[in-house]
């Protein structure tokens, strides 16, 4: 008799048993939480996160290198964001998180963005521009509280003075190598006042009486364009100027002006020339006088117009011209040395305006002997002393005292054709209005300069 053959309901039963088990196993790995399509949705979700954390953080880099730029071209918030859903690295949900929260929580990762700031109206009054601290990104007429104008450069902000007539100071807060400078608003070609007085203040060169300080029209033999002595001029840094050279120069003085007069003003540095990082080293000098006509006794370093920072002594007229027309290069504002009309006029101004202590205030500003006599106040606020600090009108520092200032003016003298301005710590009798006649190789402990800002 023959065996059935096959398998037994109990085999079958045993079999489906086992068949469940390995089913509801491999389900577990595949689904649960530890399970092999839960990990790779993990780890694809972290990628994601990494992807859009890095994105993140090139981002910020990108946006503090603008920040030491005047043209910059980082993307803003909303446009990174569009970029990220665009590549399918963020959902629209997740984009409206971040621009509500500024953060997103991304797997693992908690990705802050920080959320970006309504845009700031650009302010049209001085008070509002200090207290804003908005920086400027074109150049921009505004007012203080008595209708007098500034017009403010591109890249810069205001810091101080809310009315014209005490000193309205703008800071470089774009320009990677002089940043933090500082310049101070001289107003010409109409009237300024302070509520109280108004006064004319008109562009030009004055001669400022030696009893009284009052200024009428310079008569003097100094010159600073439409000479007949190109040979001896000095400003454009050349000893021997050519007269096509003049030409530019006396050119590039006239459209100086009309700049000036159609702004209603001009800015001066706020302190004699600064220097920053500079190391100093005179050991070629000879009796004050410099081995050639461009010489500094500092080696690199950078000209800057801040507190604290080293007076730029030591410095040929011709070096310092060219490092003042050199500070800045934009297109639309442009930095030079003083000439002697900028020198004078801001001397008028500060008379009309002069905000010292009555005591100061018997002496006219133009006749003011300078104050520090003993040696150069090389670092600004950290070594004036009390009767020093006196000569610091309407927020402009050290022009009847400190070092003597050179300018674009020019003697007649041909041993000595340039011209320095104003007092300095090694001669008390020295004063603003003063004229010092200084020699092409001129260079030594009181010989700094001032740079001036024309928008």
């Not at 939480?33 to 990494?50: C, M």
């Not at 902000?157 to 608003?185: H, L």
């Amino acid at each position: 008799m023959g065996k059935n053959k096959g398998i037994t309901l109990i085999a079958l039963v045993i079999t489906i048993i086992v068949l469940l088990i390995l089913a509801a196993v491999s389900i577990a790995m595949l689904t649960g939480e530890n399970g092999i399509l839960s990990q790779a949705n993990k780890a694809k979700v972290e990628t994601r996160g990494a992807s859009v954390e890095e994105e993140c953080s090139l981002w910020k880099v990108n946006q503090e290198m603008d920040k030491q730029t005047t043209e910059g071209t980082a993307q803003t918030l909303e446009e990174l964001l569009d970029c990220l859903e665009e590549r399918n690295l963020i959902t629209a949900e997740e984009k409206a998180t971040i621009k509500e929260t500024g953060e997103i929580t991304i797997g693992s990762r908690t990705i802050e963005f920080g959320k970006e700031a309504p845009p700031v109206e650009q302010p049209t009054t001085v008070k509002e521009a200090i207290k804003t601290k908005y920086v400027y990104q074109e150049n921009k007429k505004i007012e203080d509280a008595y209708g007098n104008k500034v017009v403010v450069p591109k890249g810069f902000k205001v810091v101080e003075g809310e009315d014209v007539t005490k000193g309205v100071v703008i800071e470089d807060a774009t320009y990677t190598n002089t940043k933090g400078s500082q310049f101070v608003w001289i107003p010409v070609g109409k009237e300024v006042t302070d509520g109280k007085k108004t006064v004319e203040i008109n562009i030009g060169r004055y001669d400022f009486n030696n009893s009284t300080g009052a200024e009428s029209p310079y008569s003097g033999g100094y010159k600073e364009e439409n000479s007949d002595d190109a040979e001896n001029f000095l400003g454009y840094g050349n000893k021997t100027a050519k007269t096509t050279v003049y030409k530019a120069f006396t050119e590039k003085q006239a459209n100086e002006q009309t700049k000036v007069e159609e702004a209603g003003g001009y800015y001066i540095g706020r302190y004699e020339a600064r220097i920053e990082g500079g190391t100093l080293d005179i050991s070629e000098l000879k009796n004050d006088f410099a081995p050639n006509e461009n010489w500094t006794g500092y080696t690199g370093g950078t000209l800057v117009e801040k507190p604290n920072v080293q007076v730029f002594n030591y410095i040929t007229q011709n070096k310092a011209a060219d490092l003042c027309r050199s500070m800045y290069t934009s297109s639309i504002f442009e930095s030079d040395l003083m000439n002697s009309y900028a020198w004078d006029t801001a001397i008028v101004f500060l008379q009309a305006f002069d905000d010292r202590s009555p005591e100061a205030k018997k002496t006219q500003y133009s006749q003011q002997n300078s104050l520090n006599t003993e040696k150069p106040a090389e670092t600004g606020t950290n070594n004036l002393s009390d009767k020093s600090k006196q000569d610091i009108i309407c927020n402009i520092w050290d022009m009847a005292s400190n070092c003597v200032e050179w300018t674009t003016e020019t003697s007649s003298i041909s041993s000595k054709p340039i011209c320095g301005r104003g007092g300095h710590f090694k001669d008390s009798t020295k004063c603003p209005s003063l004229r010092n006649d200084g020699g092409l190789t001129n260079a030594n402990v009181r010989a700094s300069f001032r740079p001036l800002l024309i928008v």
